[in-house]
Protein backbone atom coordinates (compact mmCIF):
# COMPACT_ATOMS: atom_id res chain seq x y z
CA UNK A 1 0.00 0.00 0.00
CA UNK A 2 1.23 3.06 -1.11
CA UNK A 3 0.38 5.36 1.99
CA UNK A 4 1.46 8.56 0.06
CA UNK A 5 -0.82 8.21 -3.20
CA UNK A 6 -3.34 7.39 -0.82
CA UNK A 7 -2.96 11.04 1.56
CA UNK A 8 -2.53 13.02 -1.56
CA UNK A 9 -6.34 11.41 -2.54
CA UNK A 10 -7.61 12.18 0.50
CA UNK A 11 -6.26 16.23 0.14
CA UNK A 12 -8.07 16.57 -3.13
CA UNK A 13 -11.00 15.13 -1.71
CA UNK A 14 -14.09 17.76 -0.78
CA UNK A 15 -12.47 19.51 2.67
CA UNK A 16 -14.35 18.11 5.34
CA UNK A 17 -14.21 18.19 9.55
CA UNK A 18 -13.01 14.34 9.16
CA UNK A 19 -10.24 15.54 7.03
CA UNK A 20 -9.17 18.09 8.97
CA UNK A 21 -8.74 15.91 11.94
CA UNK A 22 -6.85 13.62 9.75
CA UNK A 23 -4.32 16.40 9.03
CA UNK A 24 -1.98 15.37 11.80
CA UNK A 25 -1.51 11.71 10.19
CA UNK A 26 -1.46 12.94 6.56
CA UNK A 27 1.26 15.13 7.39
CA UNK A 28 2.90 12.50 8.79
CA UNK A 29 3.04 10.54 6.13
CA UNK A 30 3.81 13.08 3.13
CA UNK A 31 6.69 15.00 5.33
CA UNK A 32 8.02 11.60 5.32
CA UNK A 33 8.28 10.93 2.14
CA UNK A 34 11.79 11.21 0.58
CA UNK A 35 10.82 10.57 -3.10
CA UNK A 36 9.86 13.77 -3.24
CA UNK A 37 12.31 17.02 -2.42
CA UNK A 38 12.63 18.96 0.60
CA UNK A 39 11.80 21.87 -1.45
CA UNK A 40 8.34 20.12 -2.58
CA UNK A 41 7.71 18.88 0.58
CA UNK A 42 7.88 22.25 2.55
CA UNK A 43 5.68 23.74 -0.50
CA UNK A 44 3.28 20.99 0.37
CA UNK A 45 3.42 21.85 4.28
CA UNK A 46 1.59 24.73 3.93
CA UNK A 47 -1.64 23.02 1.86
CA UNK A 48 -1.77 20.84 4.82
CA UNK A 49 -1.52 23.36 7.13
CA UNK A 50 -3.93 25.40 5.46
CA UNK A 51 -6.23 22.25 5.35
CA UNK A 52 -6.09 22.06 8.82
CA UNK A 53 -6.52 25.48 10.26
CA UNK A 54 -8.94 27.45 7.95
CA UNK A 55 -12.27 27.78 8.61
CA UNK A 56 -14.01 24.68 6.97
CA UNK A 57 -16.90 26.75 4.68
CA UNK A 58 -14.24 29.01 3.65
CA UNK A 59 -12.07 25.62 2.19
CA UNK A 60 -15.14 24.10 1.07
CA UNK A 61 -15.98 26.89 -0.89
CA UNK A 62 -12.37 27.48 -2.52
CA UNK A 63 -12.93 24.13 -3.36
CA UNK A 64 -16.14 23.71 -5.14
CA UNK A 65 -14.57 27.10 -6.78
CA UNK A 66 -11.33 25.44 -8.03
CA UNK A 67 -12.74 22.25 -8.98
CA UNK A 68 -16.48 22.04 -9.43
CA UNK A 69 -16.98 25.50 -11.15
CA UNK A 70 -13.83 24.98 -13.71
CA UNK A 71 -13.80 23.08 -16.10
CA UNK A 72 -9.75 23.76 -16.81
CA UNK A 73 -9.20 22.74 -13.32
CA UNK A 74 -11.55 19.89 -13.49
CA UNK A 75 -9.98 16.40 -11.01
CA UNK A 76 -12.10 13.98 -13.84
CA UNK A 77 -9.07 13.76 -16.46
CA UNK A 78 -10.32 12.20 -19.62
CA UNK A 79 -12.08 16.28 -19.35
CA UNK A 80 -8.52 17.54 -20.55
CA UNK A 81 -8.12 15.06 -23.03
CA UNK A 82 -11.52 13.78 -24.68
CA UNK A 83 -14.11 16.94 -23.43
CA UNK A 84 -17.11 15.75 -24.74
CA UNK A 85 -16.28 13.73 -27.12
CA UNK A 86 -17.84 10.00 -28.21
CA UNK A 87 -13.87 8.63 -27.21
CA UNK A 88 -14.48 9.93 -23.61
CA UNK A 89 -16.87 7.08 -23.34
CA UNK A 90 -14.31 4.43 -24.72
CA UNK A 91 -12.15 5.61 -22.23
CA UNK A 92 -14.25 5.17 -19.10
CA UNK A 93 -15.33 2.29 -19.72
CA UNK A 94 -11.48 0.84 -20.19
CA UNK A 95 -10.74 2.69 -16.69
CA UNK A 96 -13.53 1.01 -15.55
CA UNK A 97 -12.47 -2.72 -16.53
CA UNK A 98 -9.44 -2.03 -15.65
CA UNK A 99 -10.67 -1.13 -11.69
CA UNK A 100 -12.68 -4.09 -12.23
CA UNK A 101 -9.85 -6.74 -13.23
CA UNK A 102 -8.15 -5.35 -9.73
CA UNK A 103 -11.01 -6.25 -7.67
CA UNK A 104 -11.14 -2.15 -7.04
CA UNK A 105 -14.99 -0.82 -6.51
CA UNK A 106 -15.35 2.60 -5.10
CA UNK A 107 -18.50 3.57 -3.38
CA UNK A 108 -18.69 6.92 -4.45
CA UNK A 109 -20.80 8.92 -7.17
CA UNK A 110 -17.90 10.31 -9.06
CA UNK A 111 -16.83 9.18 -12.60
CA UNK A 112 -13.55 6.90 -12.62
CA UNK A 113 -11.20 9.14 -14.01
CA UNK A 114 -12.35 11.78 -11.08
CA UNK A 115 -8.09 11.62 -9.85
CA UNK A 116 -9.04 10.97 -6.08
CA UNK A 117 -10.42 7.90 -6.86
CA UNK A 118 -7.75 6.97 -9.57
CA UNK A 119 -5.22 7.82 -6.63
CA UNK A 120 -6.95 5.18 -4.33
CA UNK A 121 -6.66 2.60 -6.76
CA UNK A 122 -3.22 3.29 -7.74
CA UNK A 123 -1.80 3.28 -3.79
CA UNK A 124 -2.73 -0.71 -4.08
CA UNK A 125 -0.89 -1.06 -7.02
CA UNK A 126 2.78 -2.37 -8.23
CA UNK A 127 5.27 1.03 -8.62
CA UNK A 128 5.77 0.77 -11.79
CA UNK A 129 2.24 0.68 -12.53
CA UNK A 130 1.65 3.59 -10.89
CA UNK A 131 4.95 5.37 -12.72
CA UNK A 132 2.80 4.19 -16.10
CA UNK A 133 -0.20 5.63 -15.30
CA UNK A 134 0.93 8.83 -13.82
CA UNK A 135 3.35 9.16 -16.80
CA UNK A 136 0.66 9.44 -19.18
CA UNK A 137 -1.78 11.83 -16.98
CA UNK A 138 1.87 14.18 -16.58
CA UNK A 139 0.94 16.45 -19.05
CA UNK A 140 -2.23 16.86 -17.38
CA UNK A 141 -0.87 16.73 -13.63
CA UNK A 142 1.55 19.58 -14.59
CA UNK A 143 -1.20 21.71 -16.49
CA UNK A 144 -2.81 22.06 -13.42
CA UNK A 145 -0.11 22.44 -11.16
CA UNK A 146 0.41 25.73 -13.29
CA UNK A 147 -2.91 26.87 -13.70
CA UNK A 148 -3.89 26.39 -9.70
CA UNK A 149 -0.35 28.40 -9.18
CA UNK A 150 -1.75 31.36 -11.30
CA UNK A 151 -4.00 31.12 -9.02
CA UNK A 152 -2.12 31.40 -6.31
CA UNK A 153 -3.85 27.56 -4.58
CA UNK A 154 -1.90 25.55 -2.35
CA UNK A 155 -3.38 22.59 -3.75
CA UNK A 156 -1.11 22.83 -7.24
CA UNK A 157 1.68 21.36 -4.25
CA UNK A 158 -0.39 18.11 -4.60
CA UNK A 159 -0.14 17.39 -8.27
CA UNK A 160 3.74 18.73 -8.08
CA UNK A 161 4.20 16.14 -5.36
CA UNK A 162 2.84 13.47 -7.63
CA UNK A 163 4.94 14.15 -10.37
CA UNK A 164 7.90 13.86 -8.17
CA UNK A 165 6.57 10.80 -6.66
CA UNK A 166 6.24 9.03 -10.29
CA UNK A 167 9.71 10.66 -11.39
CA UNK A 168 7.31 11.35 -14.02
CA UNK A 169 8.63 12.86 -17.61
CA UNK A 170 6.40 16.03 -19.00
CA UNK A 171 5.91 16.88 -22.02
CA UNK A 172 5.89 20.41 -22.12
CA UNK A 173 4.54 20.58 -25.84
CA UNK A 174 1.31 19.15 -24.67
CA UNK A 175 1.23 21.33 -21.51
CA UNK A 176 1.53 24.43 -23.69
CA UNK A 177 -1.33 23.34 -25.94
CA UNK A 178 -3.98 22.72 -22.62
CA UNK A 179 -2.59 26.24 -21.08
CA UNK A 180 -3.87 28.01 -24.07
CA UNK A 181 -7.30 26.78 -23.43
CA UNK A 182 -9.05 30.18 -22.19
CA UNK A 183 -9.65 29.75 -18.21
CA UNK A 184 -13.08 29.55 -16.71
CA UNK A 185 -15.04 31.85 -14.93
CA UNK A 186 -15.88 30.40 -11.77
CA UNK A 187 -18.62 33.45 -10.39
CA UNK A 188 -19.99 32.72 -14.22
CA UNK A 189 -23.00 30.71 -12.97
CA UNK A 190 -25.39 30.46 -15.74
CA UNK A 191 -22.16 28.66 -17.71
CA UNK A 192 -21.61 26.60 -15.01
CA UNK A 193 -25.62 25.15 -15.61
CA UNK A 194 -25.04 24.79 -18.69
CA UNK A 195 -21.89 22.49 -18.56
CA UNK A 196 -23.92 20.69 -16.39
CA UNK A 197 -26.99 19.79 -18.49
CA UNK A 198 -24.62 19.00 -21.55
CA UNK A 199 -22.41 16.85 -19.47
CA UNK A 200 -24.03 14.98 -16.62
CA UNK A 201 -23.09 11.27 -16.87
CA UNK A 202 -24.52 8.67 -14.22
CA UNK A 203 -23.16 5.17 -13.91
CA UNK A 204 -25.94 4.04 -11.25
CA UNK A 205 -27.49 4.56 -8.10
CA UNK A 206 -24.96 5.41 -4.97
CA UNK A 207 -26.81 5.58 -1.50
CA UNK A 208 -23.94 7.15 -0.22
CA UNK A 209 -23.11 9.92 -2.58
CA UNK A 210 -20.65 12.70 -2.02
CA UNK A 211 -17.30 12.65 -1.54
CA UNK A 212 -14.84 9.78 -0.20
CA UNK A 213 -15.60 8.52 2.84
CA UNK A 214 -12.36 10.06 4.63
CA UNK A 215 -12.56 7.99 8.15
CA UNK A 216 -12.63 4.42 6.26
CA UNK A 217 -10.16 5.78 3.74
CA UNK A 218 -7.96 7.12 7.00
CA UNK A 219 -8.52 3.87 8.81
CA UNK A 220 -7.86 1.14 6.54
CA UNK A 221 -4.71 2.98 5.37
CA UNK A 222 -2.76 0.02 4.88
CA UNK A 223 -5.33 -2.48 3.97
CA UNK A 224 -5.21 -4.19 0.46
CA UNK A 225 -8.16 -3.47 -1.62
CA UNK A 226 -10.54 -7.01 -1.36
CA UNK A 227 -12.96 -8.12 -4.59
CA UNK A 228 -16.15 -6.44 -4.70
CA UNK A 229 -18.71 -8.38 -4.05
CA UNK A 230 -20.77 -7.20 -7.48
CA UNK A 231 -18.63 -6.46 -9.87
CA UNK A 232 -21.62 -4.47 -12.21
CA UNK A 233 -20.55 -1.24 -13.38
CA UNK A 234 -21.97 1.60 -11.47
CA UNK A 235 -23.35 -1.02 -8.21
CA UNK A 236 -23.56 0.54 -5.20
CA UNK A 237 -20.86 -2.08 -3.52
CA UNK A 238 -18.28 -2.46 -0.72
CA UNK A 239 -15.51 0.09 -1.14
CA UNK A 240 -11.73 -0.97 -1.29
CA UNK A 241 -12.31 0.36 2.38
Known amino acids: MDRSLKALSLLLSYPSTELQAAMPEISGVLMSDTRMTTVCRRTLSQLLDQLATDDIYDLQESYVGLFDRSRTLSLNLFEHVHGE ?24 SELPDHLPVLLEFLATRPFAEVQDTLADAAHILDTLSERLARRESGYGAVFAALLQIADAKVDKAAVAELLEQPEDDPTDLDALDAVWEESEVTFGPDPNGGCPQVRDMLANMDTPVNPAPNPAVGASAQAAE
Do not use: K, N, Q
Open 85 to 108: SRDRGGAMVSLVEMYREAGFDPVT
